[in-house]
């Protein structure tokens, strides 16, 4: 399957699924074709928010495939950690990074174990859904008083009612105009191209 190829700096991606490359693929592209890839790729993901792990993987690979499916879905598109990254990008681009933030910050806190869920769940309302908020998410009063009571005896399903909203808002505004916009089509376009080649 034709692909783009880039080496991903640990700081600048997240862990990721992405099967690794051998030696032998890598040494197949030009090294100035890489270093373009590279270099495209981190104006588009300049870096991490805090807290974010990085990659232990040096070489991923993007496949325009991979790129199409994000069209297809938010969930899609979500699943993927290039997508999130470059979703999260186009966030920050619309001044709305605290969607993609406090749901991934929720998909980790399901994860949580459960002698840890209180101080995560404290972090997570302080940080998007306390009324003073320096990331506040937009979400109704009913929904965040509830969730402000549900922490108190914090639950790994805690926080759903307000991630679902969250969900369901970059589903039905931001994803849309993420697939209309030049950063999704010029990846896109610029990995069509490099797999004619």
């Known amino acids: 399957m034709p692909g783009m190829f880039f080496s991903a700096n640990p700081k600048e991606l997240k862990e990721t699924d992405h099967s690794l490359l051998d030696d032998k693929t890598h040494k197949k592209r030009p090294k100035t074709f ?14 991490l928010e805090p807290g974010i792990k ?18 297809q879905s938010l969930e899609k598109l979500l699943a993927n950690q290039i997508g999130q990254d470059v979703f999260g990008n186009f966030l920050k681009s619309e001044f709305s990074e605290e969607n ?3 749901w991934l910050a929720c998909e980790d806190y399901k994860k949580t174990e459960s002698d840890l869920l209180h101080c995560k769940a404290e972090k997570i309302y302080k940080a998007f859904v ?14 965040r008083e509830s969730t402000a009571k549900k922490i108190k005896a914090p639950t790994p399903t805690c926080f759903d009612e307000a991630q679902k909203i969250i969900y369901t808002l970059m589903e039905k505004d931001s994803y ?14 610029e990995l069509q191209a490099n797999s004619l080649k």
Do not use: C, G
Request: aromatic letters at 10%; zero cysteines; hydrophobic letters at 40%.
């Open 176 to 189: 849309p105009r993420f697939l209309k916009s030049n950063m999704y089509l010029n990846l896109l376009n």
């Open 34 to 47: 890489r270093m373009d890839v590279k270099a495209y790729l981190r104006s588009m993901i300049p870096h």
């Open 130 to 143: 306390h009324s003073d908020a320096a990331k506040q998410i937009n979400i109704d009063f009913r929904t």
């Open 54 to 71: 990085p990659s232990k993987s040096k070489d991923i690979r993007l496949s325009v495939n991979e790129v199409m499916q994000w069209s």
């Open 100 to 102: 993609i933030e406090f």
